[in-house]
């Protein structure tokens, strides 16, 4: 499915990545149309699912997550249904921040925030260890966040 955009919509998607919080008549002043019409290509960029949501990024550190895993999980069977309940399990866990199927030596690879190394050894064995199927895991210990962002460059 191909859609339409004009530069109007690719700069209000931009604006709106940089500040999900500006105002419908701060947009329509950055973009040069009036805010109905402004609200009204909003709403049509989130009908056709080129927004998911709006939220807040939290700063994990000053809320006390101090260690960032990136985890490399194996499953012991390679099937449909076991890669769909270990990834509908795992989505659960407050501690996953993404769960990515993906190709080559792991099936999986989870981004993990824990507190520190007995909370990140405390989560692997009581709860990574023991989702459906899991075969391997191996841990990618974060030294250092050098980018994070959820901002995509728009064609």
Do not use: W
């Amino acid at each position: 499915m191909v859609l339409r955009m004009d530069e109007i919509d690719r700069r209000l998607l931009e604006l709106l990545q940089e500040d999900g919080r500006i105002t419908n008549a701060e947009l329509a002043r950055r973009v040069g149309l009036s805010p109905p019409s402004v609200l009204q290509r909003v709403r049509k960029l989130e009908g056709q699912k080129l927004i998911d949501g709006y939220y807040a990024r939290l700063n994990r550190e000053a809320l006390g997550y101090g260690l960032t895993v990136m985890v490399n999980v194996s499953l012991s069977l390679h099937q449909g249904q076991p890669i769909d309940e270990f990834a509908t399990v795992v989505s659960g866990y407050d501690e996953v921040l993404e769960c990515l199927h993906v190709s080559g030596d792991y099936d999986f690879m989870l981004k993990v925030v824990a507190k520190d190394m007995a909370d990140y050894e405390e989560f692997v064995r009581s709860r990574l260890s023991l989702a459906p199927g899991v075969g391997r895991i191996q841990s990618c210990f974060v030294m250092g966040h050098r980018k994070s962002t959820t901002r995509l460059p728009l064609p």
